[in-house]
């Protein structure tokens, strides 16, 4: 059984920013989802395990960046240029035998989500 944990959120201004971390072992691609009150959960970005290939959802495309450090067992989220509709649970995934997903049944693993609010 492979345990995500995420870490990092917390409250900041609308223009500020915010980095993301995900404690996992193993060698799966990763992504990374979110849910606001109210909605469904949605992709936000998803990296393969080497990390050379990386994706992004049109609404965060240039204001974040997944990476991960395999020889840290962790996966990032740097977030920038945060907007008020970027408040959320951001949640971590991973997926096995998958080289990048964005749908959400394509992730077998997910850790237990970390609260990113942004004030305007």
């Known amino acids: 059984q492979v345990q995500l944990v995420e870490s990092g959120g917390g409250l900041v201004q609308a223009g500020g920013s915010l980095r993301l971390s995900c404690a996992a072992s193993?060698?799966?691609?990763m992504g990374w989802f979110r849910q606001a009150p109210g909605k469904e959960r949605e992709f936000v970005a998803a990296?393969?395990?080497?990390?050379?290939?990386?994706y992004y959802a049109d609404s965060v495309k240039g204001r974040f960046t997944i990476s991960r450090d395999n020889a840290k067992n962790t996966m990032y989220l740097q977030m920038n240029s945060l907007k008020a509709e970027d408040t959320a649970v951001y949640y971590c995934?991973?997926?096995?035998?998958?080289?990048?997903?964005?749908?959400?049944?394509?992730?077998?693993?997910w850790g237990q989500g970390t609260q990113v609010t942004v004030s305007s």
């Open positions: 990296i393969s395990y080497g990390g050379g290939r990386t």
């Open positions: 995934a991973a997926g096995r035998g998958l080289v990048l997903g964005t749908g959400i049944h394509e992730y077998d693993y």
């Open positions: 193993g060698r799966y691609a």
